[in-house]
Structures are given as structure tokens and as C-alpha cells.
């Protein structure tokens, strides 16, 4: 299992105030980075009821990142540099994009660095990479960032794809085993 589906209830207020909190207080809709660190503090004090649903489901924030995936693109297959589950949570123009996972040789894998100089590892070949799973991002998931995966975006959308994406201090097998 690549991801795992997230009950909550609210995600959807939730989604807007992020959003709200992306709108006002940072500048990543004007910029063209993909990955974008927030303050993760920040984020969990304007919106209580983010760290709510986080501390019923016993997790301890480290970082809090949106992604901008810009409109009638695709995200290139890739590996995340993280080695733990995430979650992958929809804010923006999410319905009818896919991620989608692959399994993939690793010779085919090179590290490499974004614009903020974030870590993660480019699959130079996506031709010899194997889909495994897909995923329509229509709820909060627990995912593996470690499996190759790649973002499709919504051809008919015009705006941006936003996600955010929550790693843990904390070990997260009691919501998603890492195997």
C-alpha cells in the first residue's frame, strides 16, 4: 500500500483556511517554487483545528510545506528525500490531477536539488518506470514520499495544484505502517 486514506471529517475547512493562510501570509502563489516550507507554528495556530485533528491522531509536527504544481503541467516522476510516511493533503485544484507511483530500477534514480534547495531524487528515465498505483487526491493521505511517484495535473484547471504535506517527529505506524 503506497498511501492510505484519512478520515477526517473537516478536511475541507481545514484545506480553506490553509489556503486563507497561504493567500495572507506567504508569497508562494507568486512565486514559481514548487516545494515551499511554511512556518509550521504559525500554520498550527491560525488554524487550531489543523493541530486538532493532528493531536487525536497522536502526531507531532516537524514541518509543514505546501506544493504549487503549476496549471496543465506534470510533476516529472521523482523520490522524495524523506524516509518517512507523510501526509498529502488537498488544498487547491486537486480534483481530476493524479498522483500517480512507479516502481523504478535504481539505476535509473540521480539525486538532485529544487530552488530552495530541497533534496530529492529524479527518475531519469520515466519511459522504464513501472506504475504501481494511482491516486486522485480528493481527501488527507498517509503516503510513502520514498516510492517514485509523479503529479498529473487537471488539464482543464488554470490555476495551480496546492497541496500540503505534514512530516512527523513522531513514529506514524499507529496511522500507516511504514512496510
Not at 506567504?26 to 512565486?31: E, N, V, Y
Not at 516522476?77 to 501526509?87: A, F, G, L, N, T
Not at 493533503?89 to 534514480?109: A, E, H, L, M
Not at 495544484?161 to 496511522?175: A, E, P
Amino acid at each position: 500500500m503506497n498511501y492510505k486514506p484519512l478520515d477526517i471529517p473537516n478536511f475541507e475547512l481545514i484545506s480553506n483556511k490553509v489556503f486563507d493562510y497561504v493567500q495572507t501570509n506567504t508569497d508562494i502563489l507568486l512565486g514559481d517554487a514548487f516545494w515551499n516550507w511554511t512556518n509550521a507554528q504559525q500554520v498550527l495556530t491560525l488554524i487550531p483545528e489543523l493541530r486538532t485533528t493532528l493531536d487525536r491522531l497522536n502526531l507531532v509536527v516537524d514541518q509543514i510545506s505546501i506544493i504549487k504544481t503549476k496549471p496543465r503541467s506534470n510533476l516529472r516522476v521523482h523520490i522524495d528525500y524523506d524516509k518517512e510516511p507523510r501526509i498529502l493533503w488537498p488544498i487547491r485544484n486537486c480534483q481530476g490531477s493524479y498522483t500517480k507511483f512507479f516502481d523504478v530500477d535504481p539505476s535509473n534514480i540521480l539525486e538532485q536539488r529544487g530552488i530552495k534547495n530541497d533534496i530529492y531524487y529524479l527518475i531519469l528515465d520515466p519511459e522504464k518506470a513501472t506504475l504501481i498505483d494511482t491516486l486522485e487526491l480528493t481527501q488527507p493521505v498517509m503516503f510513502k514520499p520514498w516510492i517514485a511517484h509523479g503529479v498529473w495535473t487537471n488539464p482543464e484547471c488554470d490555476e495551480p495544484r496546492l497541496t500540503m504535506t505534514i512530516k512527523f517527529k513522531n513514529d506514524t505506524s499507529h496511522v500507516f505502517s511504514k512496510d
